[in-house]
C-alpha cells in the first residue's frame, strides 16, 4: 500500500453513461497525476496537478474527460458518454515537489 | 518525442541464477530514468531511480540497474532471482512537468 487510495477499484458502465473516478493522494503531496493503462501497454500520462491548478492536459484528454483538484487535496475524473475505447485502467499518482511518484491501486473501467 | 524501449516482451529465468531486464531511453543531456514493477492486482511500485551520480543504483528488493551513457541504457539487474519477483516490470523516463514516460513493459517469470 503506496498511501494513494482510488474509488472505485472496478466500473463496469454502459455505453453512453458518465463516470467518476476518485482519487486520494498521499496527504503532503501537492502533484497529482493521472494515467490510463490499456491491456499490454504501458500507463500513458493523461493531465497533472500543481495543488489546485490543473497545468498540463494530454491530448488523449478528449473534451469527453474532465479532472478537478478543488482545494489541491483529492481528485475527481470523469468520463462522460463513454465509448468501448476507454476501457483501461485509470492510475492516480501523487509526489511531493522533488521525488518519484506514488501509484494508487487503479480503477479498471469496463464499458459494455 | 521522449521515449524508452523494452526490447524484451518477456524475461524467462530460473530461480537462483542472475536476471536482467533490458531498456534504453531517447531523452539526451541528462536523463532522469526509473523502473516501476507491477504486480497482479496491485499498483506500481517504485524500485529505483537514476539522476546523476554514481552509474549503479541500487533500489528495493534486491534490485540494482546500471546506467550506461554510451549506450543509452539503463538495464536493471538482480543476482539472484526469486519466484516472487515474478511480475511485469516498466522502465520510466522523466518527461517535462516530470510526468512519467513507460516503456511497454517487460514479463519476468521467473521458474522455481
Known amino acids: 500500500d503506496t498511501g494513494v487510495s482510488q474509488d472505485p477499484r472496478h466500473k463496469i458502465t454502459k455505453r453512453g453513461q458518465n463516470v467518476t473516478f476518485r482519487c486520494d493522494p498521499i496527504?503532503?503531496?501537492?502533484?497529482l497525476y493521472w494515467y490510463r493503462q490499456t491491456l499490454g501497454q504501458g500507463p500513458e500520462f493523461l493531465t497533472y496537478?500543481?495543488?489546485?491548478?490543473?497545468?498540463?492536459k494530454s491530448r488523449l484528454l478528449s473534451d469527453r474527460f474532465s479532472a478537478e483538484r478543488p482545494k489541491g487535496s483529492f481528485s475527481t475524473l470523469e468520463i462522460q458518454r463513454t465509448e468501448q475505447g476507454d476501457s483501461a485502467m485509470y492510475l492516480c499518482a501523487s509526489r511531493i515537489q522533488v521525488g518519484e511518484q506514488y501509484f494508487g491501486p487503479g480503477t479498471r473501467l469496463t464499458v459494455t | 518525442a521522449q521515449s524508452v524501449a523494452q526490447p524484451e516482451d518477456q524475461v524467462n529465468v530460473a530461480e537462483g541464477n542472475p536476471l536482467t531486464v533490458k531498456c534504453t531511453y531517447s531523452?539526451?543531456?541528462?536523463?532522469?530514468l526509473f523502473w516501476y514493477v507491477q504486480y497482479p492486482n496491485r499498483g506500481l511500485q517504485f524500485l529505483l531511480k537514476?539522476?546523476?551520480?554514481?552509474?549503479l543504483v541500487k533500489g528495493s528488493y534486491g534490485f540494482e540497474a546500471e546506467f550506461n551513457k554510451s549506450q543509452t541504457s539503463f538495464h536493471l539487474k538482480k543476482p539472484s532471482a526469486l519466484v516472487s519477483d515474478s511480475a511485469l516490470y516498466f522502465c520510466v523516463e522523466r518527461g517535462a512537468t516530470n510526468k512519467l514516460i513507460f516503456g511497454t513493459g517487460t514479463l519476468l517469470a521467473v521458474q522455481p
Open positions: 496527504s503532503e503531496h501537492n502533484r
Open positions: 531523452v539526451s543531456g541528462n536523463p532522469y
Open positions: 496537478f500543481q495543488n489546485e491548478a490543473q497545468l498540463e
Open positions: 537514476y539522476i546523476t551520480g554514481d552509474n
